[in-house]
């Protein structure tokens, strides 16, 4: 398996609060993505990026930025959660030269 | 801009049945296709793949053939177990532009005993 870790796994946070979620790969990717999961959507893209400090907004970025300040890092941060946002978010990674991409387990944030 | 389209689910199927879940896509060029998986609770794991028209993709009894003239990627087996009962996602990777797969939106499939 790709060594890609997500943290928290599970969070549960109030409306208006901020909220951060960590991908942490050890293979040296330079792609890093964050998607979320809802019913009936699939995965639909939040943000990648494509180096350090190289980063840019998916289909679904509105309320969520994005950081990367070394390779292994690619943090994801609700800047005021709403309940919109609950949802499953996976952290996805790839390189060139290999087509597939691969993923995380996976964080269920709940936002009451 | 680039879109997947897979059938809606859920598939109900007894086992040893034979499976075909439609996927179809729009993209420019020349993209390469995916099949994933996700057991319940779990991330998505890469069942197969294509990156090129004509290739066919196969792990684990599945299959699907990269279909550049009708831009489809059907997903089949022939003989499916209670342990393949999970959602399945078609994707695609463009080979220009934006580095970043694109899903349909996942087909469950239950197989009963």
């Known amino acids: 398996d790709a060594g890609i870790t997500q943290s928290p796994r599970h969070k549960v946070t109030e409306t208006g609060t901020p909220v951060t979620l960590r991908c942490h790969q050890t293979?040296?990717?330079?792609?890093m993505y964050w998607y979320r999961q809802d019913p009936g959507h699939g995965l639909r893209l939040i943000h990648y990026s494509y180096g350090v400090k190289d980063t840019d907004k998916g289909e679904v970025s509105d309320g969520y930025s994005v950081s990367r300040s070394k390779t292994e890092d690619f943090l994801l941060t609700l800047e005021s959660a709403t309940s919109s946002q609950t949802s499953v978010y996976f952290c996805?990674?790839?390189?060139?030269?290999?087509?597939?991409?691969?993923f995380g387990q996976g964080t269920r944030l709940t936002v009451v | 801009g680039n879109s997947v389209t897979q059938m809606e689910g859920p598939v109900t199927l007894s086992e040893e049945a034979f499976l075909t879940i439609n996927c179809t896509y729009t993209?420019?060029?020349?993209?390469?296709l995916f099949w994933y998986v996700q057991y319940p609770g779990e991330g998505l794991q890469l069942l197969l793949k294509?990156?090129?028209?004509?290739d066919k993709g196969s792990n684990k009894g599945f299959e699907a053939t990269y279909r550049k003239e009708t831009t489809s990627f059907h997903l089949e087996k022939g003989s499916v177990q209670v342990s393949d009962s999970a959602v399945y996602f078609c994707a695609l990777m463009p080979d220009t532009g934006r580095r970043a797969l694109t899903f349909g939106s996942g087909t469950r499939l239950q197989v009963q005993p």
């Open positions: 993209a420019t060029g020349y993209p390469s």
């Open positions: 996805a990674i790839s390189e060139e030269g290999i087509p597939e991409a691969f």
């Open positions: 293979e040296n990717h330079r792609y």
């Open positions: 294509a990156t090129k028209a004509d």
